[in-house]
């Protein structure tokens, strides 16, 4: 008995005594993980873990600790009444100027030192989002326009450009490969948002750092990373359920984090299931009797049916499922050296292209019984080395290994008829990335490194009798006898600060190349057996930061930029709309884009604007354009005549335009915010309207914070996109257009989260309350109705 008393005494002793502080959001009272507590000379930092704890033992009985964390105020607080009430409440910052990023150079820097407009998305940001998809988060955030050919997509648009012409990068690798096409592109989606800890969103040229492809900008997403044990071994984690009714989506998500002292293990795994998508019922005049689902086809008795649909906002088929896995593991032996696996899988199954199949023929008939994209595999794997070390050539350095397999498949048939075409590719993605930067002196900087890709793609295709299952031979999409697309980089950056300024200028080397052949050429025999490219770049840009004040800033950048055409450009043979089929241009040249762009930041106590103005200039731009074959401007081709298109390079384009971004916190409650985006193209000689130009648009917040509760209440709005604006040889959609183009619409939408107890959260949304019927500019299928989300959130 006196053993027990014993050890309950050490036990309750244990307790009194500890020294382990508990940093919590003032406001949702959830833990703040990575917060430093340091002393006054900074002599000792110490940052919590995630479940915001940490251990001030280290610390004198007499120092002043100072609290801080990138998206909260600063506390100071003496040692000695920490150890009385054991728990620190950090108040959001209203606004905040000192984050860093990652993007820009490969390590952390502070964003009010990098000239290019950014925008991030933090884990916590993109929580409260509550997204179904990755495009949905960037479509709600207000930044992003997205374009949507069916729901199992959404293809980012950044200043004017689109698809191959926006950088995707996943962990510091490049999504972007050979046959990323130039029209719409869906693969966003497969980025897993549940899993994500933060998203960086750089408007802008981003060649220097990343070379072709990053004219529009670069999207960079960061997965979580595993947490490393402070002290005993620790195992945590947390899951997710959710459920959106206008498309009977069901999400569930589940994460764990093992963490010992010197190795730390991180897994995820989630699937999501969508259904029809129920569009809103209240049209106005401008849009009244379009986009309707009067009907659908059915496969009866061996032949196909038309069935009328009952209910005509009932966008269907649309339904699709998706399985996303993640697993990662990072060593450390010693504070200056980790060594971290990265393991991602994601599945999306087939997914019905919807804007094919509300098509119809002059006579009213379908034009498609099916259409959809087959089932899509995309693996990553990485290992990445980052060494810490004061060495005579760098401070910090980055060596990345990757590797990307994809397969994806498209699948049609026509109406009436028994032959289902398949086509299906096959992606090996290898990369290599060095990045390294050195502190030449107190004021001077130098971020460099190399890159190298090499994609090698194939593709196959055979046409299947669906009542007989008799396989006949059929045109590839790309060249049959395997295609290569490699490139080498070398960049240098260079700044210098020189007390209220900060120059920047950098120079990056490219070469790529590529080649294809045709093996078969029964269905293309005006098409040469092979062909190839050597296209070289140089890069550069130069930027200016002026900071008068602690809180004014004012940034000028000044950059080119390039894309070189890849496999998709210039070695497809395809029917790109109905009546009309692509065919390759081997002589297609490289992009070339050459911008400049100023921006104003001002924050007051309680208020904040952001102003950016863009310009720019396209040269040898790759458009969409009639031509003939043999004399011919008309082809057979998948058994009926179609117009003949080619890419060439235009003469000479543009595109300006700007955002405004204004923030007023009215009290520690209350928060407004808008956010405006503009953008206007037009090609030269002669003077058209350029494809990909979005309307007007943007977003209206009203936030409202009060302990546990946290909601925001918004409209999103879409001004018209007149008929006059629209390219009528691009991806515009023209078709889909009204009499007087793309309506204006607007929505009025609520999300909100209350922390039930410290370790569950409910997560609740009523979008586009109004039930509003609205379409974003060329896309084929209209946004949801009104619809109710409901999610729970628990944490272990």
């Known amino acids: 008995m006196s053993k027990y008393f014993i050890f309950l005494f050490l036990f309750s002793c244990q307790h009194l005594f500890s020294q382990t502080i508990l940093v919590k959001d003032q406001y949702d009272q959830e833990p703040i993980a990575g917060a430093s507590v340091q002393n006054q000379d900074s002599s000792l930092v110490i940052k ?61 820097e502070r964003k009010a030192n990098q000239a290019q407009q950014i925008h991030i998305f933090s884990s916590k940001t993109m929580q409260f989002a509550n997204p179904q998809t990755t495009a949905d988060m960037l479509e709600q955030s207000g930044t992003t326009f997205v374009q949507r050919s069916q729901m199992g997509g959404g293809s980012p648009v950044l200043r004017g450009f689109e698809a191959n012409r926006v950088l995707l990068v996943i962990d510091g690798v490049r999504m972007n490969n050979a046959i990323y096409r130039s029209g719409h592109l869906q693969n966003v989606i497969t980025i897993d948002p549940n899993i994500l800890d933060r998203t960086e969103l750089v408007m802008g040229s981003g060649a220097v750092r990343y070379g072709s492809d990053a004219l529009g900008g670069v999207l960079s997403f960061y997965t979580r990373n595993p947490e490393f044990a402070t002290q005993k071994t620790e195992i945590f984690g947390n899951a997710m359920l959710r459920y959106s009714s206008a498309n009977q989506e069901f999400t569930g998500s589940a994460t764990y984090n093992l963490g010992f002292k010197k190795w730390a293990f991180l897994g995820n795994a989630s699937y999501s299931s969508f259904g029809d998508l129920r569009a809103g019922n209240v049209r106005n005049d401008l849009n009244s009797g379009f986009w309707e689902r009067k009907f659908y086809v059915k496969r009866e008795d061996g032949k196909d049916v038309v069935v009328k649909n009952e209910n005509p906002n009932l966008q269907t088929p649309v339904g699709f499922h998706q399985f996303n896995f993640l697993q990662k593991i990072s060593y450390q032996p010693n504070p200056n050296n980790r060594f971290s696996l990265n393991l991602q899988y994601n599945r999306t199954s087939e997914v019905p292209r919807y804007d094919r199949l509300v098509q119809t023929v002059p006579n009213g008939t379908p034009s498609f019984s099916q259409w959809y994209y087959g089932e899509q595999d995309r693996f990553l794997g990485s290992l990445r080395l980052e060494v810490n070390d004061l060495s005579e050539f760098y401070d910090h350095g980055a060596i990345t290994l990757s590797y990307q397999y994809i397969t994806e498949s498209r699948h049609s048939r026509r109406f009436g008829r028994s032959n289902l075409g398949s086509r299906f590719e096959q992606l090996h993605v290898m990369g290599v990335n060095i990045d390294l930067n050195k502190e030449l002196a107190p004021n001077h900087k130098l971020n460099y490194g190399l890159e190298t890709y090499y994609n090698k793609v194939g593709s196959r295709a055979y046409s299947l009798n669906i009542n007989t299952l008799e396989q006949t031979s059929l045109d590839t999409r790309y060249p049959d006898g395997g295609s290569e697309y490699q490139s080498f980089a070398a960049y240098l950056n260079y700044q210098y600060f020189f007390k209220k300024w900060i120059f920047s200028s950098g120079i990056r080397y490219n070469y790529v190349s590529l080649w294809a052949i045709f093996k078969d050429k029964t269905f293309f025999p005006f098409l040469e057996d092979r062909f190839e490219q050597h296209n070289t770049a140089f890069n550069g840009n130069m930027s200016l930061i002026w900071n008068p004040n602690p809180t004014t800033r004012i940034a000028w950048i000044g950059s080119s930029g390039f894309r070189a055409p890849n496999i998709d450009d210039v070695g497809k043979v395809f029917d790109s709309q109905v009546g009309n089929v692509l065919i390759p241009n081997p002589n297609l040249r490289p992009e070339r884009t050459y911008s400049t762009e100023i921006t104003l930041q001002k924050s007051l106590q309680r208020f904040h604007f952001e102003v950016n103005i863009f310009y720019t200039h396209l040269s040898n731009l790759a458009v969409r354009r009639p031509t003939t074959l043999k004399g011919a401007d008309s082809i057979i081709y998948n058994g009926m005549m179609n117009k003949v298109f080619t890419f060439v390079n235009a003469d000479r384009a543009y595109i300006t335009g700007g955002q405004f971004v204004a923030e007023w916190q009215a009290n520690r409650f209350l928060r407004f915010r808008n956010i405006l985006t503009y953008t206007y193209g037009r090609v030269l000689n002669p003077t058209l309207p350029l494809d990909h130009i979005p309307p007007l648009f943007g977003q209206f917040s009203v936030f409202f914070n009060h302990r546990k509760l946290r909601t925001e209440w918004y409209s999103r709005y879409h001004a018209r996109k007149k008929l006059a604006d629209y390219s009528n040889t691009g991806e515009d959609r023209l078709e889909d257009a009204t009499p007087v183009g793309m309506p204006e619409w607007i929505t009025l939408n609520m999300r909100g989260s209350y922390q039930i107890h410290p370790k569950l959260k409910l997560q609740f949304a009523l979008e586009n309350w109004l039930d509003v019927h609205y379409r974003a500019f060329s896309s084929g299928i209209s946004g949801a109705g009104r619809s109710a989300t409901l999610s729970v959130l628990g944490n272990f």
């Open 48 to 108: 919590t873990n995630s479940k915001g704890m940490v251990d001030i033992s280290r610390f004198s009985e007499k120092d002043v600790l100072l609290f801080k964390h990138l998206i909260y105020k600063r506390l100071e607080i003496p040692k000695n009444e920490l150890l009385t009430k054991k728990i620190v409440e950090l108040a959001p910052k209203t606004f905040q100027l000192d984050e860093v990023v990652f993007s820009v150079n490969t390590f952390e």
